[in-house]
């Protein structure tokens, strides 16, 4: 995502003075695979005060971007943090006063806002195609191969991504804020683990040396060119491997999840999160005072009958409009090569506000961390007694 393209189309415009990675391998692959020249660090603190950044881009494991967001500020420099910005609400509180304090800026990268799909949708809302909001209701489904992926890696840990909740639907909260505009006030949800971490009879310790390997549906070659250089071959350094068991019962976080969030002016949101589906994609509709918007984005992985994609708005006239966006060529339809450009180029223009600073990265995790409060407690989350009024 983005040592490749900064040392190649953006050379002019940006260099990486450096990498840090617990794993030292992967920080060595990394410099090796962008021509050997980017120094590899052992440590991060040592990094920063050796080559002396503008900025720092944090792509850890979730439950450390707080650490290195914190240290980027403190050190003086902007943070680019992946999303989501950090997994609960104390570390999230931490990250805003950090920034405040040092007059530095941090900046989350919500990919997802810049896929042609989801600015037509945004154009619409600010358009006021549907006038004011009323309610939204909005189903995201991950298939078994995308969904299943985040049951054999550190994410299956709540400590460590805080679940689907913050470090999936991150994304997805964000888009809503983004759409209409408005600011989370209280939450209640319920999760449950149906599918995956239950006793199967192709349980086995990880992929690798499982003797189901012929017939589980959830095999994948660790050894294989997708995984080897990054994973299999830094396994030594750390013993971290990626190919954990789907149904080991140490994943504690949900598959299942539904929410509904009240938001400011009595909009409302109800939410689901299914990570065990046989397709893959999203059902978004928002109902306003003028009409309703409509959108569906899906796709089978073999079975092209099952493929929706467009937009439809119906107004009170009883008219449809409807409109179908082909997405680019490029990582997540083409939406990493736009906000790559808008980091690296910061002249270029960004009239639909697609790259996010902590404000939004904090509104949109929080839902799922009341979300995660949410379930633990059975009670309804208000989202002031996590964060103060931003
Ligand atoms: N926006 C998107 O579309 C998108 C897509 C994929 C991943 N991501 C984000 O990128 C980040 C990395 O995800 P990934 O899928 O590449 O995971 P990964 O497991 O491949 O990489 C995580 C890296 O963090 C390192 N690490 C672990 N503990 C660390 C620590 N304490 N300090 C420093 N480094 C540490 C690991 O060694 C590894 O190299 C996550 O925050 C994830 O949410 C975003």
Redesign the pocket.
Known sequence: MYALPITEKYAAEAAILGVY???VK?SELLSRKTGGKIPVFNDFHRMLAEVKPDAVIV????R??HEYIIAALEAGCDAIS???MTIDAEKCRAILEAEKKSGKRVIV?F?ARCSPFATKIKELMRAGTIGQVYSVHFEWFLDTVHGADYFR??HRRLENSGGLLV?KATHHFDLVNWFIEKDPVSVYATGSRRFYGQPSEMSGPRCHTCRHKEACGYYIDITSDAYRS?YYDCEDV?GYYRDGCVFDPEIDICDTMTLHVQYEDQVSMAYSLTAHSPHEGYRLVINGEQGRLEAEAFAHKHNAAVTSREIKVLNRENEVATYRVPSLSGG?GGADDILMRLLMREQTADPHQYVAGSRAGAMSLIIGAAANASIASGQIVQVKDLLPPL
């Open positions: 990675d617990t794993n992967r792509t850890s494991v979730d450390y971007h992946e999303k989501p990268t990919n890696r550190w470090h990054l750390d997540h």
